[in-house]
């Protein structure tokens, strides 16, 4: 009898299976990397040291000195779903290590060929293991010292479809640094090494201070302009948050440098990311991102960290509550900072802001908030328009006088329609000299020859930067030249800079430049506002009046008078009308 109906559909092979699971853990070499330093991790290593070959494409080794893994447990550990972090589903609510899903071993395993050697600290004798997509071909016991050493070799041989996939060398590379960093800044008492085919990438010290793995990982230059966070009570007392900060100064076009943890896991979390930029307010602009190392502990059971297989995903049940709290320990931090004269944080029923008034209150729903700011104008001088002929000016309606300087930083003016005009002198005087930059120069870079050449004292990481872009400096007008392995001297610096710039300054004007992923006009534009920035006059500088008033008439005929290059307003207004509504004669 003729079978009524034709089967379609099958149950896959194991194997086949192993590999489509595999694609969810594992995408590039950083993935490895990021699941076997966090068995590290939860093994309670205290050194890990992280060896990778043509970015991690040919070999990725790494050497711990945890607990090891017992005899019994080897073959175990590369079974799927094999964990020694849980035992239930009621254990998730209590977690506290990295790991819990007894994935990623597996998921490795399936697409690679591994070789594992491991002594459990409670035994005499140590275990080696080679696996060979995802079957077992060898084992036996050796000899050797507690801990673990695995070994990924041909990433990808049985998946040639995903090797097409994979990036150049340095791009692979960059994105393990990443990882390395990410779990050096938040487990300081560990010592990381990164090593690429015997060159020393990053290097921690361990000494349990977040402050030293950043200076370790990032160079002085970037940890003298952070601010250790404030302790914050939080709702019901749920959460404590830990970390640093950066001072507004130092901020970037995207969130890349956002570094949130929460029980010391590496999350990407939006609601996270969106207080620590409420919390800044306006003293950053609108697509501007601090640096900022944010730690926070919680409850486990006030949070979901099973969502997706690479544990980068995270939701919070209380997410409001959060959100207040994260915005709250920012702005607290940065008013006790005194950066400005007072930073706070507003109160709102849910993630989306509401308005602020003049005197930092809710504005009440029904109305809008009394005071008029400035929007950071997009358009800005492209680079292609070095040259382009200045305006007219004089549309600023801004009278000469009377002028008035508050907290040694502000000028008070008034406007032809009777309006108070606040200038930020020192955002005004960026402005400013940063047109006479572009006017002068151009998009020309001239050099300056130093009568004493440099030696900037660089981290392992910052030199590592500076061998992938020597040219991009020599570009900017940089006179830089190697010296061994692992010191460079510089002997010219771009003419702009003359004059303006100590030595630490200059190793953080390099690590901003070689940081800018942009075009060249995109590098000139840093540079040039940086060298406006030096040669500006600072907050807290008492101004006479007839400096008070060149500012006032040079701002009126720029080019784009209502932003510093950064972005940050040079002004703001209150309208005469909303004066008056203040003083209830309306």
């Not at 949130?260 to 896991?265: A, I, S």
Request: aromatic letters at 6%.
């Amino acid at each position: 009898m003729k079978e009524r109906f034709m089967r379609c559909i099958f149950v896959l092979e194991e194997q086949t299976i192993g590999k489509i699971a595999a694609g969810e853990v594992v995408d590039r070499p950083a993935s490895v990397v990021k699941e076997l330093i966090e068995n590290s991790i939860d093994a309670g290593s205290t050194h890990v040291i992280v060896e990778v070959g043509d970015g991690g494409r040919d070999y990725i080794r790494i050497t711990d000195d945890g607990c090891g893994i017992s005899e019994g447990d080897v073959a175990v550990a590369f079974e799927k779903h094999a964990t020694s972090k849980i035992k239930g589903i009621e254990d998730l609510t209590a977690l506290r290590t990295l790991g819990f899903r007894g994935e990623a071993l597996p998921s490795i395993a399936a697409v690679s060929r591994i070789a594992l050697s491991t002594r459990h600290e409670s035994e005499e004798v140590g275990t080696y293991l080679k696996v060979d997509g995802g079957v077992i071909k060898e084992r036996r016991r050796i000899s050797r010292g507690g801990g673990t050493t695995i070994e990924v070799k041909s990433l990808f041989y049985n998946l040639p479809a995903r090797i097409g996939t994979l990036k150049s060398k340095s791009t692979e590379l960059r994105h393990i640094v990443e990882v390395c960093i990410n779990y050096a800044a938040i487990y300081p008492e560990i010592k990381f090494e990164l090593v690429h085919e015997e060159n020393p990438i990053v290097s921690t010290v361990g000494t349990g201070k977040m402050l030293d793995a950043l200076v370790n990982t990032y160079g002085s230059s970037v940890a003298k302009e952070l601010i250790e966070l404030k302790e914050q009570d939080s709702p019901q007392h749920v959460a404590t948050i830990s970390g640093y900060i950066s001072k507004p100064v130092l901020s970037y076009g995207t969130k890349k440098h956002l570094f949130t943890y929460v029980n010391r896991r590496f999350v990407r979390s939006e609601v996270m990311e969106k207080a620590i930029k409420r919390g800044y307010g306006s003293l950053l602009p609108k697509h501007a991102y601090p640096f900022a190392v944010i730690s926070l502990s919680i409850d486990p059971g006030e949070i979901n960290v099973n969502i997706h297989p690479k544990k980068h995903e995270i939701s919070f049940y209380h997410a409001n509550d959060i959100f207040q709290f994260i915005t709250n320990a920012v702005a607290t931090t940065l008013r006790h900072a005194d950066l400005i004269p007072e930073v706070v944080a507003q109160r709102e029923e849910g993630i989306e802001a509401g308005a602020v008034d003049f005197f930092g209150q809710p504005a009440p729903k029904e109305k809008r908030a009394v005071i008029s700011v400035q929007t950071p104008i997009q358009e800005d001088l492209k680079a292609e328009e070095f040259t382009e002929k200045r305006g007219s000016g004089g549309s600023l309606d801004i009278r000469s006088a009377p002028l008035y300087q508050v907290l040694d930083s502000y000028i008070i003016a008034q406007s032809e329609e009777d309006d108070v005009i606040m200038i930020d002198q020192h955002a005004a005087a960026e402005r400013i000299n940063y047109e006479k930059l572009i006017e002068k120069y151009g998009g020309r870079i001239d050099k300056q020859t130093l009568l004493r050449p440099y030696m900037p004292d660089l981290s392992t990481h910052q030199l590592y930067l500076l061998r992938e872009n020597e040219n991009v400096l020599r570009d900017m007008g940089f006179d830089i030249e190697r010296l061994g392995d692992d010191s460079y001297i510089i002997r010219a610096i771009p003419v702009v800079f003359h004059g303006m710039i100590g030595e630490e300054e200059m190793t953080e004007v390099i690590t901003r430049l070689v940081e800018e992923r942009g075009k060249k006009e995109e590098r000139i534009k840093v540079l040039f506002s940086t060298a406006a920035c030096k040669a500006s006059i600072k907050a807290g500088e008492k101004l006479s009046y007839e400096h008070m008033r060149e500012i006032v008439e040079r701002l009126k005929i720029a080019k784009i008078p209502f932003t510093c290059p950064h972005g940050r307003p040079t002004m703001i207004r209150m309208s005469k009308k909303e004066i008056e509504k203040r003083f209830k004669r309306r």
